[in-house]
């Protein structure tokens, strides 16, 4: 089982709606959650971290979920402009890998 | 806010040279520095984590020699690409952790080297 597991994607949705991404961790003693967003051909860029309590940017909202070991995403409203691919980052402090990725969800929004 | 520079951003060399990038962190120090490399339509692979002062630590698969990572000051990491072939083209992304933030500090990425070995 992978450290780090993201829904396979990819996702194609019309502008406007509301769209979720999963992604689940394997170790419990995880600390640190962030989700980034990578556009084609660049390098991936923090979109925001992930707490306990939840947090909200905009349009974006993450959530932790310590108990089933599982980060989302939401993004409400979708805008063409967040065609992109999304990635989880768990830091886990101790282990032998500290910092691992999800392979990322692509997201395409349509007009 | 915190800034990571790379360089170059793009370079094309011949097979059997050798490529060196530059990793800066331009208003951190970041004792901590990782190195990572994606082909394609692929996710980001960890290839090395870069300790400043010590020995680069390598991801399974990924060959310490021919990718030397040197990590000389709290705020430069270089990785060099020794006799690169065709199939080392790649795009390769640097990235640090500011040294005395709390463990919910991100990572910040440098813009990425795009390498093609012809």
């Known amino acids: 089982r992978k450290e780090v597991e993201q829904d396979p994607g990819p996702f194609n949705v019309p502008e406007g709606a509301t769209v979720a991404f999963n992604c689940t961790y394997s170790n419990s003693a995880s600390q640190s959650f962030f989700w980034y967003r990578q556009d084609c051909r660049k390098e991936p860029k923090l979109l925001m971290s992930?707490?306990?309590s939840g947090n909200e940017d905009g349009r974006f909202t993450a959530q932790l979920n310590r108990a089933s070991q599982y980060i989302s995403l939401l993004i409400r409203d979708s805008k063409l402009s967040d065609s992109a691919t999304y990635l989880c980052v768990v830091f886990s402090s101790g282990s032998a890998r500290q910092l691992t990725f999800g392979s990322g969800t692509q997201l395409t929004v349509l007009p | 806010g915190a800034v990571v520079s790379q360089h170059p951003s793009r370079v094309i060399c011949k097979s059997g040279t050798s490529v060196k990038i530059e990793c800066r962190s331009l208003d951190f120090q970041a004792t901590t520095m990782f190195w990572y490399r994606q082909f394609p339509k692929q996710s980001l692979m960890l290839m090395a984590t870069s300790n400043e002062g010590s020995k680069a630590t390598y991801e399974q698969g990924v060959e310490k020699d021919k990718f030397l990572i040197n990590h000389a000051s709290l705020t430069l990491s270089t990785l060099t690409v020794t006799s690169a072939h065709p199939e080392d083209s790649s795009f390769y992304i640097c990235?640090?952790?500011?040294?005395?933030?709390?463990?919910?500090?991100?990572?910040?990425f440098g813009n990425g080297t795009r390498l093609t070995v012809t």
């Open positions: 992930v707490y306990s």
């Open positions: 990235s640090a952790r500011e040294k005395k933030t709390s463990n919910n500090s991100p990572l910040h």
